[in-house]
């Protein structure tokens, strides 16, 4: 298990004689006052004079120190719905170390206020599984985004990027919970406010106000709310704080691939508002180009015992999928089935003692037998291993379709040969003959392996470190036929994958054939399929053979050394995206790299911890 990693302890609902929801692990109560959101209303939505201070903004970020029962969040959501005059989006970015259950919360709610109750279902219905790090809701179709760092307040606060205008200032007193009101917490929110960044909070100790002053605040005591005498607010110092960014008129954004990744980042980009387009040769096939006739694909969170990188990047991207794609026509999304990863039984003994240390929910993994696996999976198997809740089958031809249709979207069947700049700094896309196809403010590059040959086309740029170890690699899907009238219900895999068909067979694979010129269906690769997939099933006799030897899909994947998604900016080329390197993981990466891309674009809080950002940069 890795050194950093934080189980997620959820809280426990407990309540006082009088009802109010108290914290045995603090020793202290959720709220004070007998409505539930009056103090949230007065302590930090008027300390942070709200809502006068978002008005005439393009968007406005607040950043909370604990979640608790989230009525600070729905006081501000309240406040922000009921103001004519509101920003267009409204960001909050909330840290939790003891996040409450669904159950536990749905239950509190029922308790608010008739006019609140459509916000705290909304919130409901979108809150997330419980594992450690960082978690986006969008609601209010996708004008108001909730943030959730769930885990330690001392682990994430450094590893959040974003700007903040109002802080909300709240956790347990000081006298319990200590490691929440410290000046290494206060130095943080100053690094993350703008330069005329507020904060509130119901806590007025001394030592608290002298330690706010000595971040960079300048300190107010007020009259308190409830039983408290005083209360605090605070405002950045001059010259301190970041510069707030200006709205600007939409960026020209020209992706360069039609696959996965380049599909995913355009749409992100049109559900703000961002034209795009969207340049591959191969839409002269069709919006699925390569793609086409691809009849399956999977999408799993990856799962490790010590909760490693690709783990942690692999959850965030499987969740943003998930957010992002869920408002995508039925035959375009995703369809969130499970998956069932058979474990050897010599490893069995290790991976159930790593769920017990993880923690996670088992609405996201749990360990099954073989019987369990049976009727998940519609498919008898004979060994145990672990089911995956999050588990998704995509159909790539619809899905990629509902990605490219929307009306901001625009796609080009061109090929771009090289990259240049204008003497303005705007990007020039050219093709084989030197004619300009688009001119663009940012360039994103999701044309897999040929990226690197694209970047080496830039006068003066040094291509990436990580790039230079690029690897192309060919395979195929084999699309098998099933005896007996048995019905594939889930994902599976285990040293090969299966997922179920549309047409009442499976797609099963895949083969792997690096560096090669050619990717291309062979009998020999049905073969290799058939013998991966047979060994998923305790029944062989149930499967049948491709048919024609064109029954299956060929296509490529490329990876670097590291075998993490190269994801970012490129240093020295102001506007350039990458999102490539994806590997076998092209569905998960593609949600993670869209969402990266349209929080940078539009100076959103981004969805990942800075360490991990770090992780997939291209350097």
Known sequence: MSSSFEPLIPATLELNPDGTPVSRRFDDIYYAGSVPLAQARHVFVGGNQLPERWRGRTHFTVLETGFGLGHNFLALWDTWRRDPQRC????????????????????????????????????????????????????????????????????????????????????????????????????????????DATLATWCSAGQVRRDLEDAGFLVQRLPGFGTKRHRIVAQLRPGMGKTRSVAAPSPRVAVVGGGFAGAAAAYALAARGGAVTVFDPAFSQGPAGTHRDHRGGAMTPVVSRDDDIRARLSRTGVFLAGQRWANLDAAARPQRCGTFQRIDAAEGDAWKQALQRLSFPETFVRWVDAEEASALTGVRQQRPGLWHGHGHLVRPESFLDGLLTPPLVATQARHVARLGRSGHGEWLLYNEDGDVLACADWVVLAASWLVPRLLSTIPGLVTPGRLQTMRRVGGQLSYFSMAGGTTLKSVVSGGGLCLPDAQGGLVGGSTYVPDTTLSIMT?????????????????????????????????????????????????????????????SRGLTWSALAAELLAATLNHEPLPLERGLVQRIAPV
């Not at 108001?144 to 802080?167: I, K």
């Not at 009998?523 to 047979?534: S, Y």
Request: with cysteine; aromatic share 8%.
């Open 88 to 195: 267009d989006r409204l960001h909050m970015v909330s840290v939790e170390a003891h996040p409450f259950k669904h159950c536990d919360l749905s239950l509190l709610y029922g308790r608010l206020d008739s006019s609140l109750q459509p916000l705290a279902q909304q919130l409901l219905e979108h809150w997330p599984e419980l594992t450690p790090g960082i978690h986006r809701l969008e609601l209010d179709g996708g004008a108001v985004t909730l943030t959730l760092a769930l885990g330690g307040v001392v682990r994430l606060l450094p590893e959040l990027q974003l700007t903040f205008d109002a802080c909300f200032l709240d956790g347990f007193s000081p006298r319990v919970n200590p490691e929440m009101w410290t000046p290494q917490i206060f130095r943080q929110l100053a690094r993350l406010g703008c330069a």
């Open 523 to 583: 009998r020999k690769g049905h073969q290799e399929n058939r013998n991966k997939v047979m060994a998923l099933f305790a029944d062989p006799t149930m499967l049948g053979w491709p048919r024609p030897l064109a029954d299956g899909w060929a296509g490529w994947r490329a990876a670097v050394r590291d075998r993490r998604p190269v994801i970012g900016s490129v240093a020295g080329a102001p506007g350039l995206w990458l999102a490539c390197g994806f590997g």
